[in-house]
């Protein structure tokens, strides 16, 4: 996903911790009511579960503040999307070196909007758009949703087997792809990505003119896979990011399901069912340029397979994936052409993208 991941592999520099306003003066009170005011305050500590935690997690956005948003520009503090990367990046910040690292001090945050929601109310930069928080965060995950994603399907040197991945705490197996960072070019963000994901860096195998593509036509994001063959099945696959992969494991093609087959895999190949049968066609074409034989393709096939599932590009709300929905006619992947006619595709523009 490119989701500013370099973010999430170096902490900001711990200099860079934000400073605590001084407290105002308290004035002196008689001994017997200090005594009664810390009996009270004490009493109130131990009913709220300890306040202890409560000054940690005001401590925790200070320094979050400090690092992510005190230096951004004012026009940046009110645009959405470039207020929320920043929001992002503060929030993988806090769940993997604030959270993780405070021993059940600081809580852990669900989701991004948990964590922005937290963001608005505790932090002085943010309290004045605190109204219209709600917005922004709609607005970002509309922005995100049109982001083209790059990735790379990375087959074995036998082509008979392809590279997947499954979501940190995830059980779907997808591909390794993510968004592309602005100004990155569309290759350099798929190998990036794969690197980021499964630690295997494929750039010597990808090809330009070998990928699989399409868009969505209810959101106008565009995705494309590139087709790597030739990696070794001995390599120590391992993410480079945190939190992002699950497990990471080779797949015999010949077992991949070409159909929406509920019963016999569930939602395992959830994601990829798309894309499969397309690229059966592109290993049945390199394994003949190879003089390999053929391969035998396990279990039924039919001509369903186009109502199948994918998180990715269904809709969210029911998790359904329509192909009503993809602009199939740039759909193929060169020069594996299948029908002359698909060629004449008007690619979205690279313009959404950070």
């Not at 996903?1 to 400073?19: H, I, L, Q, R, V």
């Not at 002196?28 to 009913?47: I, Q, R, Y």
């Not at 409560?54 to 520009?73: G, K, Q, S, Y």
Request: hydrophobic content about 35%.
């Amino acid at each position: 996903m490119a989701k500013g991941k370099t973010g999430k592999n170096a902490p900001p520099s711990k200099g860079e911790a934000s400073s605590v306003s001084p407290s105002a003066p308290v004035p002196s009170v008689p001994s017997s009511a200090a005594s009664s005011s810390s009996s009270n305050k004490n009493n109130s500590m131990n009913n709220k579960g300890g306040s202890g935690k409560e000054r940690r997690l005001v401590e925790a956005f200070e320094d979050l503040e400090a690092r992510f948003l005190l230096n951004l520009p004012k026009e940046e503090l009110e645009t959405s999307h470039r207020l929320f990367f920043q929001i992002e990046q503060a929030y993988w910040f806090y769940e993997d070196f604030l959270a993780d690292e405070s021993n059940g001090a600081l809580p852990h945050f669900k989701s991004l909007e948990g964590f922005a929601e937290q963001m608005f109310k505790r932090c002085k930069l943010l309290r004045k758009h605190k109204a219209k928080a709600a917005k922004l965060a709609s607005e970002f995950r509309a922005y995100m949703s049109r982001i083209p994603v790059f990735g790379v399907i990375i087959l074995n040197e036998k082509l008979d087997k392809v590279l997947m991945c499954t979501p940190y705490k995830g059980k779907s197996w997808t591909w390794p792809k993510g968004k592309i960072n602005q100004g990155e070019d569309e290759m350099v963000c798929a190998v990036r990505e794969v690197y980021e994901e499964v630690g295997y860096n494929c750039g010597h195998l990808v090809k330009k003119d070998l990928y699989i593509e399409w868009t969505d036509r209810k959101t106008g994001k565009r995705t494309r896979l590139y087709v790597a063959p030739g990696a070794p099945e001995t390599f120590a696959f391992k993410p480079r990011v945190r939190k992002e992969i699950g497990d990471i494991k080779w797949h015999p093609i010949k077992v991949l399901p070409t159909t929406n087959a509920p019963q016999k895999h569930g939602r395992k190949y959830y994601g990829v069912l798309p894309v499969i049968r397309k690229l059966i066609e592109i290993v049945a074409q390199l394994r003949a340029e190879a003089g390999l034989v053929a391969m035998e393709k396990e279990g039924e096939e039919d001509d369903d397979y186009e109502e199948g599932l994918s998180k990715e590009n269904g809709d969210a709300a029911n998790g359904s994936f329509s192909f009503a929905n993809v602009d199939r006619s740039v759909w193929f992947p060169a020069p594996f052409r299948v029908n002359p006619a698909h060629i004449a595709a008007a690619m979205m523009p690279r313009t959404i993208n950070r």
